[in-house]
Structure formats: C-alpha cells, structure tokens
T-cell receptor, first 115, second 114 residues
Framework: NAGVMQNPRHLVRRRGQEARLRCSPM?????VYWYRQLPEEGLKFMVY????????ESGMPKERFSAEFPKEGPSILRIQQVVRGDSAAYFC?????????????FGSGTRLTVV | AQSVTQLDSQVPVFEEAPVELRCNYS??????LFWYVQYPNQGLQLLLK??????LVESINGFEAEFNKSQTSFHLRKPSVHISDTAEYFC????????????FGKGTLLTVNP
C-alpha cells in the first residue's frame, strides 16, 4: 500500500527553465494538496485539487505557477521560468475526504534548487 | 486569519531527558490541532492530533500533547526522549471541520544528544 509518491526527489533547474513536479496520491485518495516549504519556514498551502478540478489556488503565486490533477495520472505542479526564489521543498499531500480531521498523508517532497 | 507560533526554533536535549516543544495558535473559530514530525530528507508524518473530546492526546511512540483553549496552546511533551526522536517537529492548525487548509508553524528542531 504505497504512500504518496513524489518525483523527482531532487530537481536542479537554471533560471528561466521550467520545473515539473509530480505527485501520485495514495490509492483511493482523490484530494490532493500542494505545500511549499521555504528555508527556515513552515509549510505554506499552495493549492487544493480534486480530479480534474482546482478547488482552491489561493496560495499559488499569480504568475508562472500552475497545477493540475487529470483524470488519469499524477498531479503536476508546474513552475515556468523559474527564479532563485522558487528554490524550496514542495510537498504534496492527499486525503480520502475533503476535510482535515484525518490529517493528511504527505509525500517525501521534491527539493527544487534554482541555479 | 489563523497563525501558529512555535516559540523555540531549536531544542537540544540529552537522551532520556524530558522535553516540551511549545506551540501557540491564534484563531477566531474552533480548531483542529496537529503535530507533524519530519525526519531528515523525508516527508511529514502525522504524530498526533486533537479534534475534540479529551484535551490530552497521545501518540504510539510516547509523545503527548494537551489542548489548552484558554491559553490557545498545544504543547508537545515526552517524558524521556531517545536519539531516534531527533527530527523537526511542526505544529499545525485548521478550522475545525470546515476547512482543508493547514497552517503550519516554522518548526522546532529537536536534537537528542547521547
């Protein structure tokens, strides 16, 4: 019973390139959440998706960032034209239900380094 | 808006000593409270949670936390720590039952020394 799978674990991109981060939720989970952890900071909510729908993207930067969760396949967080300030750990979580009372299952994260 | 304050960024202790990691929150509504643990280069694992009922909650590995509504606190304690407890601990809060967003504190790095 695999947990939340994220890949790649580490990603290095040059400024201006695109970064694609993938997240496969736990089996049976249809709710996916992306969080970002900047150095010396706690995790910050970015976006909440259900299959084929973005429910809440209030934490996403207005430009360059997008997320999707297609009917088939993993959820993708896409960062276009990366800048040094995008360097962070990006965590994906999934849940069976919408609400947080069960506590989410987090993946091991993707550590993005922009050089 | 909710916020979470973890008062100590680092807590070094010796093995078998007791430890308390402090967490205070602010919220205008009833909340759910969580402690997550992050081992080096790993994701976050749920340690324990308070939803309702008994204000004292326990984890399977000896940690406990007490919800104190009047002091808006949810401090994490363990009477005797092990080397393997070395990790970063995050306190988090969400609106009770009506919200999916977790608001995290900045974390406390617990280092257990021999």
């Amino acid at each position: 019973n695999a947990g939340v799978m994220q890949n790649p674990r580490h990603l290095v991109r040059r400024r201006g390139q695109e970064a694609r981060l993938r997240c496969s939720p736990m089996k049976g989970h249809s709710h996916v959440y992306w969080y970002r952890q900047l150095p010396e900071e706690g995790l910050k909510f970015m976006v909440y998706l259900q299959k084929e729908n973005i429910i809440d993207e209030s934490g996403m930067p207005k430009e360059r960032f997008s997320a999707e969760f297609p009917k088939e396949g993993p959820s993708i967080l896409r960062i276009q034209q990366v800048v040094r300030g995008d360097s962070a750990a990006y965590f994906c979580a999934s849940s069976l239900r919408r609400y947080s009372d069960y506590g989410y299952t987090f993946g091991s994260g993707t550590r993005l380094t922009v050089v | 808006a909710q916020s979470v304050t973890q008062l100590d960024s680092q807590v070094p202790v010796f093995e078998e000593a007791p430890v308390e990691l402090r967490c205070n929150y602010s919220s205008s509504v009833s909340v759910y409270l969580f402690w997550y643990v992050q081992y080096p280069n790993q994701g976050l694992q749920l340690l324990l949670k308070y939803l309702s009922g008994s204000t004292l909650v326990e984890s399977i590995n000896g940690f406990e936390a007490e919800f104190n509504k009047s002091q808006t606190s949810f401090h994490l304690r363990k009477p005797s720590v092990h080397i393997s407890d070395t990790a970063e601990y995050f306190c988090a809060v969400s609106d009770g039952g009506s919200n999916y967003k977790l608001t995290f504190g900045k974390g406390t790095l617990l280092t257990v020394n021999p």
